[in-house]
């Protein structure tokens, strides 16, 4: 199968073309990020391969179905950023890597939260100066603490059974409980709840039309005082600005963050000689007690094998089979 493989970098290259050796896919790895600009860049091509920043809105789906695409294998459990029903009208199947390393995005989550609450990138910073005062450091124990997991799906069970681990209470927030979650200690109770009684809030759900914005002002409002907030999930469950007044006030204490409402911009590339005119990014990054990475929570050797071994098996099972050839979470639409 002929593939336009949107996005890559060095290493996503090195571990699709291991996975592909014995496949034999002609791929053709593209740096340029899928958009309407970019899309004839798939001419000729059967399948496009997309990562979370590339664009599959209707006009750019359109194009691709015009060029003769049929396939799009993404490289990411999310699709928030799918027209799905564009894709189901357009007759274009679209398969998905559902789980890869839950493991890889909670260990960074709780990476974070560390981080954090003993101060570690500031801690760095003053050593490197061989400035060794402790003032400004002072953290608190995790142990016997009340950490709030909101999904719990792969990831928040992950975590959840991790800050079990720590000694901490476990609440959690999810339409639809599961055992796992139950067996790793978790306390199911309302979203209010968890929000009043966490000293650390983790989002781990989906970014939906429902959970668009889901920590807007009256969330941050019914949080505790002085609240760590950790989202490693998709940006626009956060309202931003909501989120910066919250740290002026300090109501919120800590906001670590490896997903940012309008990182398209800005993730994934080397942007240090260009002035940002993202006045949000660049107002968190002014805050002492905001963490921020660029989403590379999936960024494990282990995860970017099991992303490139499962999006290469999606492409034969669907040249082999047809559209059927995926089914089960795997397959979106
Ligand atoms: P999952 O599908 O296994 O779990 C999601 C859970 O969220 C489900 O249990 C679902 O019932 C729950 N949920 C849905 N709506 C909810 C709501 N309103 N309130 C509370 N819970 C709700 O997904 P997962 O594999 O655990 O991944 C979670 C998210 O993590 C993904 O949607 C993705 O956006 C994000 N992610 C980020 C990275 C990264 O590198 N930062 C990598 C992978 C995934």
Redesign the pocket.
Known sequence: MRVAVFSTKPYDRDFLTTANAAAGHDLDLLEPRLSVATAALAAGADAVCAF?NDDLSAPVLERLAAAGVRLVALR???Y?HVDVAAATRLGITMVRV???S?Y??AE?CVGLMLALNRKIHRAHNRVREHNFALTGLLGFDLHGRTIGV?????????VARIMAGFGCRVL?????P?DEALAAGVTYVP?KTLLAESHVVT??????P??HH?IDEERIAQMRPGVMLIN???GA?VDTRAVIRGLKTGRIGHLGL??YEEETELFFEDLSDQMLRDDDFSRLSTFPNVLITG?????TEE?LHNIAATTIANLTAVERDGADGVTG?ARVC
Do not use: M, W
């Open positions: 979370v990411s459990a999310g928030n559902p789980e890869y839950p890889a995005v960074h909101v999904g719990t799906g792969k990831i928040g069970v992950c959690a927030s999810d339409p639809y599961n979203l989002l781990h759900c989906p970014l939906t429902e959970t889901l490693t999930s998709r469950l490896d997903v989403h590379q929570a999936f960024f995860a979470p």
